[in-house]
């Protein structure tokens, strides 16, 4: 327990883009935790859940009796406990859009879940693009290129805000989709730095730990 404090309770990899946030901002930043999976469209899937949080809903972060949950919240109570690690930028000004384009999409892009859902480890998945997501999609661009124009170059780092933080944890599963249902974001107004995030993104070795960790599940 002194060497894994945290428990972290998921759903399955395939399909959950919210548990994808913070287990990927804990396994890559090396917060050490232990996993408990959640299948998900199962008969079972509620009951399991509310074992652990009365919302019923994952993910859900647990320090001993404590239990929190939502992707954001987990990342600002991580943030708080472990400061050294820096999850958010230092600088007032980077971390205030940090968090504002992390919000944007915490609430955000309605369009492009439902139309592009998470199917982590399925390429080449046609689908037809509905006005509502590409401009879904057009934002998430021009987020990411202004993120990285304005910060990455500056800050000596491939992500948003040049080191990694909570914001690129928030955008993980767009990358994912993008690649799932083969995107070509230049037709979305992308000169080439959006496509190369998402590349980056994607070679993560966090990110192919969870892509080995995901089953092959039926949508529709």
Known sequence: MADRPYTLVIGTKQLS???????????HLGIP???????LRATTTSPEILQHSPAGLVPILKRGEFVVWDSLAIAEYLNERHPELMLWPADPSVRAHARAISAEMHSGFRDLRMT???????????????????KDIRRIVQIWHDAR????????????????????AMYAPVASRFTTYNVNLADFGDDGSAEAYRAMMMALPAMREWAAGCE?????
């Open 17 to 27: 883009s919210w548990s994808l946030r913070p287990w990927l901002l804990m396994r």
């Open 116 to 134: 592009l859902p998470m199917n982590f480890t399925a390429r080449d998945v046609k689908v037809g693009m509905t006005e509502a997501c590409a």
């Open 216 to 220: 092959q599940v039926a949508l529709g």
């Open 33 to 39: 935790f232990d996993e408990v999976l959640v299948p």
């Open 149 to 168: 124009w304005d910060h990455s170059s500056k800050l000596h780092g491939p992500f948003l805000f040049g080191a990694f933080s909570t914001a690129d």
